[in-house]
Structures are given as C-alpha cells and as structure tokens.
C-alpha cells in the first residue's frame, strides 16, 4: 500500500538451527590445496555419518577452508561453531591492527552439483560465512509492482522502477506513492525472460532529463535487447518519454525469450557498460566467445550509442566494435567499484554461477570453461579452466541465481563498506560478499527468512539499500539499521 511503511524486522537462526553435524570438528583441518578437489579428500562413511546426523544441506563434514593461510591470519581458525567476530572493520577502528579474515564454515548450502571440477584458488568458492553486527531493518515502501526489476534514483530521490513483463515504468516516491505508467516507451517482446528489463538516469540529467533503459525489443525475424534513451517530461500528474532513441541493439537477432542480459552500468568518464546474454539456445550459446556477436559480451558505448575508440576491438576486422569482454552466459548483476572497475555476476548452468571483473578484451570462457552442468544433468565442459580463458574471482555451487548488484560505499552501515551485495532469486537472499584484495574472504546470506525472489539490489542516496522482490506482487524494499 502506498505510504504505508510496514517495518520488518531480520530473525537470523540461531548457529543451532544451522547444519553442523558433529562430525564436523573431527577431521582434519587440512587447507585443500588450489587444484585438489574437496570431494576427493572426503571418505564415504564420512558423508554417510552426516546424512545420518540428519543434515541434509551439508554432507560435507570438512571444515571450511577459510580460504586464507593460517600464516596470513596469525591466529588459530576459530572453533566451527562460534561465529566470526572480525565481519567488518569499521572505519573507526582504523587506527588499530586489522582483524583477521573470517574463518570457519561455509554458508550451509548443500554439496555441489559438480564436485569433480575443483576451484583454481582457495578463495573461489564457499568462503566463510560471515554474520553482519549491525541489527537490519527492512521496510516495505510500496508493493503491487507486475515483477519488478530494476530501480534507478533521480536526483530528488524519487525512483524510477521498471516491470518487466508489463513494459511499464514509474515514478515511485521514497514515501512508496507510485505515479501512473510513464507513456511514450516502445513495446517489448514480454515472453519469458524479456520485456522492460534495467533502467538508469542519464549523469547528465539535471540538464537534459535523459533516462536510458534496456528492453526486448520486438523484431523481424525474433529479437533481441535493446538500449533506448529518451527525456522524462513530468507537466501534471501524467509522466511520459519524448524524443525515444534505440541507442544500442543487440545482433544478431535471434528467435528467443532467454538469455538477454540488460544491466546498464555508467562510469564517471562518460562511458555506458550494457550486459548481454547469449540466448540460451545453442544457436546463441556458441556465439559467446566469437568477437562477430555480441551474444554474451559486455559492450561500452558512449551514452549516445557511438563506439569509444579505445575499445579492445576497434582495430579487430570483423568484430563488434562495442565489445568490452567475451565469454559470458547471462549477467544480470553489474556495479562499480570504489576504483570505478566493474563487477559482474552472471547467470551460470546448474553449478556454475559466477562474480568477474571484466576487463578490456579478455575472455570468461563460456562455453568454453565454467564449473557447472547442463540442468539436465549432462556436462558442458571438459574442464572449469583452459588456456587463454580467465578464471572467476568467485562461483556458486549450488547457484544462488543472481540479479541485481550493488556495492557498498554509504555510511549508515560502515561494516559493509565496499561489500558486495547480490540479490538471490532462486536461493531468495540478499548476499553479501566480504571483499579483500579483490578475493571474497567471506559470505553472508540475508533476508533468508522472507522466502523472497530478490531481484534487484540498488544504494539509495541516503546509504540504504534498496530491493525489489521477483513477484506477481513484487515488493520495493528498504534496508536500513534497525
Ligand atoms: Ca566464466
């Protein structure tokens, strides 16, 4: 209901409520080595003791390799079960010696789906759960959106919030009162995974009142995303878009409702990074290395569409000129840094999600490499690692199924500054990842207790994070300290 601010307070269970079997402080501490897998070292009767302990999301009875030498933290790894205590330095503590890393086990997850393909790096996958200190408090600023998806601020704090399946924007303001749809947007192709998809303010808005959105856009043929610029005209109650420019077009066009991609990212000098996917179908799928596609590339644009001349693949006969990186399957999820590098995270197959930094011309490998399986079952690769092919910084396994990205750098919550935040749809989360020297030391799973699809993860002005639920009855949330 508009207005209405509903406070929803977070219950986290208890470490008691968490799956630690008692086996689990037995075996030996042993860090896995880079390269050897964690299955292999278990001994059956092990995962059968667990199983039989009753903890059936984790059968793996190790302890967590906190993903970091015991030498590099100068104190012993912590008791499995006593949560971390070194979840943040606050800027406060500056002055005195950094804590260590967290350490301990995994965020309870389940076994992997594909455990003969072993991490490249300690730090690739299940790094140590983490527990924020600040108490959270979610509020629910508005609800009844059609599957919302993404949330940009204008520059007096209202919000511009799309839903993807209706093609519809609005005005939301931070008090939840949502305004009629925005008219003047071209139709999307809505089936399946298409529609209005990410949405963001133009840098220099507060001049030309330019607002830039991705969508499926309908063509001859199937289709395929698009990127459209037009300027927001509010005179009376009826918001809508005039002078619509299709700035960017995904090609080639393809008969698919899978696999667009669609998160727009603008950076401080001027340039636009748009995400695109690679369709899903085979025919897509085997485009996602090849520089004549941009199926499953990120591209940088300027925001009038025009090609920067420093792009990896300006000079490369053949190739798309808007390519930054190649390689990928579906990202959903893309942010900034504090040095103003992007993230990425990206929809993986079944095992194989995956956070990257993304740099000029370098290739992430997929089809190529990953560490997941078809849905199926079936396998997609010979190996999660190949020559000429980077590694992620980070992969699930089980996936959490991201969307939605944000990291952190407001005040209200100085422990999470810097953090990565992904929102989880299937695993229904807001994650959370401890980020050092640009490895993930630690992981966090909040919101647990909605049971919500997490769509979209977004810093609002005032250092609150902002979230929209994947629903028929899609929720705009606030997260704030309690
Ligand atoms: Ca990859």
């Not at 003791?49 to 009875?61: M, V």
């Not at 940009?152 to 009629?180: H, N, W």
Request: glycine fraction near 10%; proline fraction near 11%; aromatic fraction near 6%.
């Amino acid at each position: 209901m508009p207005g209405t601010a509903r406070p929803w307070v977070e219950s986290r269970p208890s470490r008691h409520e968490t799956c630690a079997p008692a086996g689990r402080s037995a075996p030996s501490r042993r860090p896995i080595p880079p390269g050897e897998s964690r299955m292999r070292i278990l001994s059956v009767p092990l995962i059968v003791a667990a199983l039989l302990a009753g903890c059936s999301e984790d059968p793996d009875p190790t302890p967590q390799d906190s993903g970091v030498p015991q030498q590099d933290s100068g104190v012993p790894q912590q008791d499995s079960g006593v949560p971390p205590e070194d979840a943040g330095v606050p800027p406060e503590d500056a002055g005195v010696p950094p804590d260590p890393l967290p350490s301990g086990p995994e965020v309870p997850q389940g076994p992997p789906n594909v455990p003969e393909f072993s991490r490249a790096f300690p730090e690739q996958t299940r790094a140590p759960a983490i527990q924020s200190k600040t108490a959270i408090q979610v509020t629910e600023i508005a609800s009844g959106f059609r599957n919302p998806w993404a949330i940009a601020f204008l520059p007096d704090q209202r919000m511009l919030v799309t839903e993807k399946a209706t093609g519809s924007l609005y005005i939301v303001t931070p008090q939840g009162a949502k305004s009629p749809a925005v008219t003047g947007l071209p139709a999307v192709d809505a089936r399946g995974q298409g529609g209005l998809l990410d949405v963001e303010v133009g840098p220099d808005y507060a001049q030309s009142k330019l607002v830039y959105w991705t969508y499926a856009e309908p063509r001859q043929g199937g289709n395929g995303l698009a990127v459209a610029r037009a300027k927001l005209v509010e005179e009376g109650s009826q918001p809508r878009v005039e002078n619509v420019q299709v700035i960017f077009r995904m090609m080639p066009t393809l008969e698919s409702t899978l696999h667009s991609g669609g998160r727009l990212v603008f950076t401080p000098d001027g340039k636009l990074f748009v995400t695109l996917g690679e369709r899903s179908i085979l025919a897509g799928r085997v485009q996602a290395r090849d520089v004549k596609s941009h199926f499953g590339k990120v591209v940088r644009i300027h925001p009038d569409g025009s090609v920067p001349q420093d792009n990896p693949f300006v000079n490369t006969q053949g190739a798309k000129p808007e390519i930054w990186s190649v390689g990928h399957r579906n990202i959903l999820s893309a942010a900034l840094d504090s040095q103003n590098r992007l993230w990425t995270v990206e929809m993986g197959p079944k095992g194989g999600d995956e956070l990257n930094r993304p740099e000029a011309g370098k290739d992430y490998g997929w089809p190529t490499i990953g560490y997941g399986e078809e849905y199926s079952g079936a396998p997609i690769h010979d190996s999660p690692q190949g020559p000429g092919m980077e590694q992620p910084v980070y992969y699930w396994d089980p996936v959490i199924a991201p969307s939605g990205m944000a990291i952190y750098t407001g005040t209200l919550f100085p422990e999470w500054r810097n953090d990565i935040f992904v929102g989880g749809l299937v695993s229904q989360a807001l994650v959370r990842l401890m980020i050092r020297n640009d490895r993930v030391v630690g992981e966090e799973h909040l919101l647990k207790g909605r049971n919500e699809r997490i769509r979209e993860v977004v810093q609002g002005p005032d250092g609150a994070l902002y979230l929209l639920t994947d629903a028929t009855n899609g929720k705009l949330l606030k997260v704030t300290p309690r």
